[in-house]
């Protein structure tokens, strides 16, 4: 048996018997701890369980495959800003999941993991005319995002034939969740052409007539904090304009729908809700023509199959009580859990908290303040929050934080970016892997003008 046989047998069992995600999460955590992943000369650690990631890529496969016409094209493109991480987009590859960039950097990213241009959609709000260039050269879906970047487009495809499929993003308009940082169909959003708006509608109609090339429609309603309800709204708002588009065409010019991610998480349980099949169920009943084999199908889900695999662990430098208030000072704070601490109303994340064995802490719960180690007052991952008594040498947990925490590094303080590591369970043995490695303070120094920058304002 070769290697690689050898390997997807256990990938199977690894599959079988996998347990739930808690009983994975723990395990890591002891396991961390244990081999030394987490510890005092590394006190803060991202990790991804890759049981879990390949379990998310397969239920959204099958939700939309449950639905479709069979053989409607469909591509689950994974939103990169959520984890841009290589060996993350290489492990969503293998599971069949391409890519949704937004940034030179997100391609060149998408790239590294090997994913094709086939399967990578640019979707950014201030493409440069040389990332457009470089996305049509490439044959890259591109969805312009207001009149302006159309403007720019026509002049690139007129100059050089392109392979890419070319479509344009509408704000629908349906309005704003709970979040309005992250709400991106409100009236005045700043992304793509807004739907309602006085003339935008025959705007959109006459730009489709006058470009047989553009061939694909686009939304993203907007992300944590919308309801089901008004995601299925803004997929409908789009699929109805792309009707009324074909019709006046008189030929079936929009052939592709890409309906954007945005489903939201839930963060104060390991319940998966919603799941990718309850939305999908939901444009089944809903919006059926949308599935019906006429449009292929592109989502755009980022934070939906990523947050719930992700777990930062960090150690207990320090315990101390002020006003009466127990504190314990962590390795976590704004640096891997940005929003959080800025915005703690937005972005409540759940605690756990261990021993200094990595075992889950048992005790009565008190009210307690788990803080990061940045020099301002608000560095607080939860604020008076019940959790059995942390000591000096426990680790904390912050839990679902696989997409838009340890990976979005915020370098206040100077502090380090963490390691980031996957794990899998063989039998009773976890394993993990490097996905990122810590940063270093060579690294911090020399990214700091350290290098050759250092003498730059002497001879000013
Ligand atoms: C951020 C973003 C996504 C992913 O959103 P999630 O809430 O992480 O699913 C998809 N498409 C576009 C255009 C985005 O900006």
Known sequence: MGHDEEHD?????????????????????????????????????????????????????????????????????????????????????????????????????????????????????????????????LGIAVNADNPQELARIDTLVQSAPTGSPVGLRINPQIGGGSIGAVSTATATSKFGVPLCDPGARDWLL??????????????????????LEMMVRGVTATYELAEEINERAGRRQIDTIDIGGGLPVNFSSDEV?????????????RVPGLLDGRYGLVTEFGRSLLAKQGTLLARVEYVKKAGGRPIALTHAGVQVATRTVYAPASWPLRIAAYDPKGRPRTGPAVGQDVAGPACFAGDLLAENRPLPLLEQGDYVAALDTGAYYFAHHYSYNSLARPGIYGFSSYADEVRFAAVREPQTLDEIVAEAGGGAERDALRHL
Request: hydrophobic share 45%.
């Open 9 to 137: 047998q256990e990938k199977t069992q690894d599959l079988r018997g996998s347990g739930d995600s808690a009983t994975r999460r723990d395990q890591a955590v002891r396991a961390a701890v244990e081999q030394g992943v987490v510890g005092p000369a590394a006190p803060v650690v991202g990790l991804l369980d890759v049981t879990g990631i390949r379990a998310a890529a397969a239920e959204l496969r099958a939700a939309f495959d449950a639905v479709v016409e069979p053989g409607t094209p469909v591509l689950h493109a994974f939103a990169v800003k959520a984890a841009p991480l290589v060996p993350v987009l290489r492990l969503l590859r293998s599971a069949g999941i391409g890519a949704e960039v937004a940034s030179p950097g997100e391609l060149g990213i998408a790239r590294a993991a090997g994913i094709a241009p086939s399967d990578t959609v640019l979707d950014s709000p201030a493409k440069t005319p040389a990332e457009l260039r470089q996305a049509l050269a």
């Open 273 to 285: 809700s919603p799941t990718h099949a309850q939305y999908a169920r939901r444009l089944k009943a």
């Open 206 to 227: 006459q730009a489709y007539l006058d470009r047989p090339w553009l061939t694909r429609l686009h939304a993203h309603s907007g992300s944590q904090g919308m309801t």
